[in-house]
C-alpha cells in the first residue's frame, strides 16, 4: 500500500502562487502514476495534473500554463506548483497515487487551497 501526505495549502490572493507537496511511503516501487486532483464544494472532484512513471505529464485545460506538477525521486515527493492562481482555483487538492499491477488507487486527506481577495 501507499501513503500520501499532503502539504503547502493556504490562503493566497488573486494572482499568487503556492506550491503543494505530496509525500509518499510505503510500496513506492510499485506507483505507476501520480496525480493531483481538487474538490470545490459543491461539485465533482476532477483531475487536475498527472505525472507518469515515465515523466510524462498531462493537465486539465483550466490550468494549463499556470500550473506544473514535477517530482522528486529521491525524496518520494510530487508538487504542483500554481501559479497564477485565480478564485477559481479554490477547492481542496487531494494527491493520488496509483500503484500495483491492479491500479489500486491512493489518496491523501487533501489541502484546503483559498484564492481570495
Known amino acids: 500500500q501507499v501513503q500520501l501526505v499532503e502539504s503547502g495549502g493556504g490562503l493566497v490572493q488573486p494572482g499568487g502562487s503556492l506550491r503543494l507537496s505530496c509525500a509518499a511511503s510505503?510500496?513506492?516501487?510499485?506507483?505507476?502514476?501520480m496525480g493531483w486532483y481538487r474538490q470545490a464544494p459543491g461539485k465533482e472532484r476532477e483531475l487536475v495534473a498527472i505525472?507518469?512513471?515515465?515523466?510524462?505529464?498531462n493537465y486539465a485545460d483550466s490550468v494549463k500554463g499556470r500550473f506544473t506538477i514535477s517530482r522528486d525521486n529521491a525524496k518520494n515527493t510530487v508538487y504542483l506548483q500554481m501559479n497564477s492562481l485565480k478564485p477559481e482555483d479554490t477547492a481542496v487538492y487531494y494527491c493520488?497515487?496509483?500503484?500495483?499491477?491492479?491500479?489500486?488507487?491512493?489518496w491523501g486527506q487533501g489541502t484546503q487551497v483559498t484564492v481570495s481577495s
Open positions: 493520488n497515487a496509483v500503484s500495483g499491477p491492479y491500479y489500486s488507487s491512493s
Open positions: 510505503g510500496s513506492i516501487f510499485s506507483i505507476n502514476a
Open positions: 505525472i507518469s512513471r515515465g515523466g510524462s505529464t
